[in-house]
């Protein structure tokens, strides 16, 4: 014992001392048990993943505002996640529990008591020590949209989703709770990490955003389609629409008994690629052998329903109002309508029951979600086999298919798409027939080569007199100046 | 000391009564003042009693006469100009001018169909006419609006330049395509094709303004006369906005030659404000302005050689031009 310490405690200050040890000993107990993480510490990553779930790619901002659309929610191409805490200067607390989840609104889902918000799907409930280390997971596009039973589990891989991939839009992503202990499970308040916080978005955006999801296709189309024959072609032209989110369109095309056009349509587009809202996804094509991993995730059952409601026919006037020409018309039966024998999306039993009706009459009048279910077969079924132009900007009114034959009776179909790929039928089935037509230079021909030849040099033949008298005059004026100038 | 104030009033300044209205030069308070000249006069041993100053003298200029060409070219390190030549006894006025551009606009339309005799309208009348309901042509096609740029070398002065000039134009007709087989009362055009023809006549030409008059007598009128050679690209597309070809296989594009004949009327913008289009010359070498008028013949159809289109007509011309 130090001299100066036993001095005291030989003295009258031993009662203060022996105070000021005990002060240090409950201090040095409370450094034991550590801080609570913050959710700044908490570093998230989203990456894009390939058919066999495996990641690819980080998310760039462009896939945060349009990767997730509803072909890759049916297809369940999951998003993988890396989540990290920042390790601290002093260890964190290993009494506190960190729960995350994946979803939006968790906050208020959590609380339970509100119909619309369900709560969201548990990833993780761990102490924050085992956030230092990089978590690694994957989730389905689904769970951005579709919360848990209340009553049931919430854990990933138990939980049962309340929603599907037909439908929804909106902002989600990564929901961190850091439990304070007050109270039992997590409170709306102790969210820290609110969806939109990642570092995909922080390089290059202003401000911080979430992963959009978006099901829906674009709902205000545009109407009076007309079709009008040309030479080997045809001309659609279509009223603009001045509202909704149509990023662009694709004319599909097929002969008059509906099989594609040989030598037209495209690849489905790459799994893993960025789209700017240049195409659009369908799951038939993206995922032609069903959902990826769709035996191991367990959101993959139960919507079955998804496909129930194929007597929706769409807000969409499918009644090829437009006035034609010729023997070019719109077809007034074209149909266009969501049809009950959807091929199922991602349950993995085939066709859905539902209870719609099916029967599509293809007047176009109905309201709602448009089509949930696209045929499989046929133009209608938007398969990329029958796309025979590229990318339409949203504001065009407009589109010419080339290289068809004279004479020859083709089907054609507008599809709009959104931002995130999602496509809905514009138009009805439209028909029409290129036509021959006679420009100028046949014209020309016609009337007895007034136009002459072609080519830029005919000078091979004798001039007339007309032409010598002009180089005859043209070389006197040049010797005139010439003689001028010597002066 | 007599000596001593002679020097004194030789050293006074002379001051004019207008600068001093005393008459008396009053030294100036501030310290950019010049020195008094006096002061630099010694001051005279007997100087106690005040002096007063010398009345200033009266001065008479007297004009200096001129330096000699001579003396000025001796002295000088600019070396003397040549005498420019004389044109017409006088010299133009202003700086010197070269060239001249101009930018024009006129209708116009091709004279396709003067080959043609047969019934009806001709070719291009048929496509390009003006057309009823039906798509039927009732008249012949609305004139095109063709602009025209133009530039000159002007070589020399024969009581106005004269010299050798080169335009260029554009011209454009656009109409929907015919139906080939239209059946019953439809209309038989097609609007999803539209047949478009287009020429871009080129010219090289001598060209003439007789700018005497509007030089040295202040008429602001120039009329002038152009000349020469022309040749005109030209092209026929179809409905899929390529070069149309028929049923032989022959491309409907090519170049025709021929010649031109442009006679008009500038009327010189300078009266308007003399001062300013002076300043305008020595400050941007643009001697004159103009406002002109000009009929314009052309003959473009290889000079009646072979097969060819005709692509001359007979049109009015307006435009503006600089020279400088």
């Known amino acids: 014992m130090p001299r100066r310490l036993s001095a005291a405690l030989t003295t009258g200050a031993a009662p203060v001392v022996a105070a000021l040890i005990v002060a240090l000993l409950g201090a040095r107990e409370a450094n034991a048990a550590g801080e609570a993480p913050a959710g700044a510490n908490f570093d998230i990553w989203y990456y894009a993943t390939d058919d066999n779930g495996e990641r690819d790619r980080l998310f760039s901002a462009d896939d945060l505002a349009g990767f997730v659309n509803r072909a890759r929610c049916e297809c369940n191409q999951t ?265 199922g999306t991602g349950t993995g039993t085939g066709t859905g029951t539902g209870t719609g009706t099916g029967t599509g009459t293809g007047t176009g009048t109905g309201v709602g979600t448009t089509g949930t279910a696209l045929p499989t077969d046929g133009i209608e079924s938007l398969g990329y086999a029958y796309v025979c132009s590229g990318h339409i900007s949203g504001t065009s009114q407009e589109a010419r298919v080339s290289g068809l034959d004279n004479g020859v009776e083709y089907q054609f179909l507008i599809v709009a798409y959104d931002l995130a790929g999602n496509p809905v039928a514009a138009s009805g089935v439209l028909t029409g027939t290129p036509r021959e037509t006679i420009d100028l230079w046949e014209q020309c021909e016609i009337d007895g080569d007034i136009c002459g030849s072609g080519g830029f040099c005919n000078c091979t033949s004798e001039p007339d007199r007309d032409a010598r008298g002009w180089f005859v005059a043209m070389g006197l004026v040049g010797m005139i100046a010439r003689r001028r100038r010597r002066r | ?87 017409f006894g006088r010299a133009r006025p202003g700086t010197k001018q070269r060239f001249a551009a101009e930018f024009k606009i006129g209708p116009f339309l091709p004279e396709v169909d003067s080959r043609y005799s047969g019934d009806g309208f001709g070719p291009y009348a048929t496509i390009f006419g003006r057309t009823n309901s039906m798509g039927v042509t009732t008249k012949k096609p609305k004139l095109g609006v063709m602009p025209v740029i133009a530039f000159e070398w002007q070589i020399v002065y024969l ?79 179809d409905g899929t906005k390529k070069v149309a070809v028929n049923e032989q296989g022959e491309k409907g594009r090519g170049g025709v030659v021929g010649w031109q004949l442009n006679p008009g009327v500038a009327l010189r913008l300078d009266f308007i404000e003399r001062n300013a289009a002076k300043k305008l010359d020595q400050a941007t070498g643009i001697n004159h302005t103009y406002v002109f008028g000009e009929f314009q013949l052309s003959r473009l159809r290889n000079f009646g050689v072979g097969n060819a289109i005709d692509l001359g007509d007979k049109t009015f011309l307006a435009g503006l031009a600089i020279e400088f």
């Open chain 1, 79 to 343: 998003i993988s996640t890396r989540i990290q805490l920042q390790r601290a200067m002093a260890s964190y607390d290993p009494t506190i529990r960190v729960q995350t989840f994946v979803g939006s609104r968790c906050d208020i889902g959590q609380v339970g008591n509100n119909a619309q918000v369900k709560p969201c799907v548990r990833i993780l409930s761990e102490a924050p020590i085992a956030y230092t280390k990089a978590i690694n997971f994957e989730f389905s596009p689904l769970w951005l949209v579709a919360g848990v039973d209340p009553q049931g589990d919430k854990d990933l891989g138990n939980a049962t989703p309340t929603g599907t991939c037909d439908a929804g839009q909106g902002d989600a992503g990564i929901w961190i709770c850091i439990e304070n202990g007050a109270q039992p499970d997590c409170q709306s308040d102790e969210f820290q990490v609110m969806g939109t916080q990642n570092e995909n978005s922080s390089a290059d955006a202003m401000t911080a955003q979430g992963i959009r999801y978006d099901f829906d296709p674009p709902q205000t189309l545009p109407d009076n389609f007309s079709i009008n024959a040309g030479d080997s072609a045809v001309q659609i032209e279509w009223d603009q629409i001045s509202t909704g989110d149509v990023s662009g369109f694709r004319v599909l095309c097929a002969d008059a008994d509906g099989a594609p056009l040989p030598g037209q349509g495209i690849d489905a587009p790459s799994l893993i690629g960025i789209n700017r809202g240049t195409t659009y996804f369908i799951a038939r094509d993206l995922c032609p052998d069903g959902p990826f991993n769709g035996e191991d995730e367990p959101i993959d059952t139960g919507d079955d329903s998804t496909t129930g409601d194929g007597g929706s026919t769409g807000d969409f006037d499918t009644s090829g109002g437009g006035s034609s020409s010729g023997d070019v018309s719109s077809s007034d039966d074209a149909t266009a309508t969501g049809s009950d024998s959807g091929t």
């Open chain 2, 1 to 87: 000391m007599s000596a001593w104030l002679v020097l004194a009033w030789l050293a006074e300044p002379v001051v004019s009564a207008t600068d001093e209205p005393d008459g008396v030069a009053q030294p100036e308070a501030t310290g950019d003042a010049q020195p008094d000249p006096s002061a630099d006069v010694p001051a005279a041993p007997e100087a106690a009693a005040p002096v007063p100053p010398p009345r200033p003298a009266p001065t008479k200029l007297v004009p200096k006469p001129l330096p000699t060409e001579q003396a000025i070219a001796r002295d000088s390190t600019v070396p003397p100009t040549k005498k420019a030549k004389r044109s």
């Open chain 2, 159 to 237: 009581g106005g330049p004269l010299g050798i000039g080169t335009q260029i134009g554009f011209f454009r007709d656009r109409a929907d395509a015919l139906l080939a087989e239209p059946m019953g009362t439809e209309n038989i055009r097609s609007s999803a094709d539209k047949t478009t023809f287009g020429m871009v006549p080129l010219a090289l030409l001598a060209v003439y303004r007789f700018e005497l008059v509007a030089d040295f007598y202040k008429v602001p009128l120039v009329p002038y006369v152009k000349a020469g050679l022309a040749y005109s690209f030209w092209w026929i597309k």
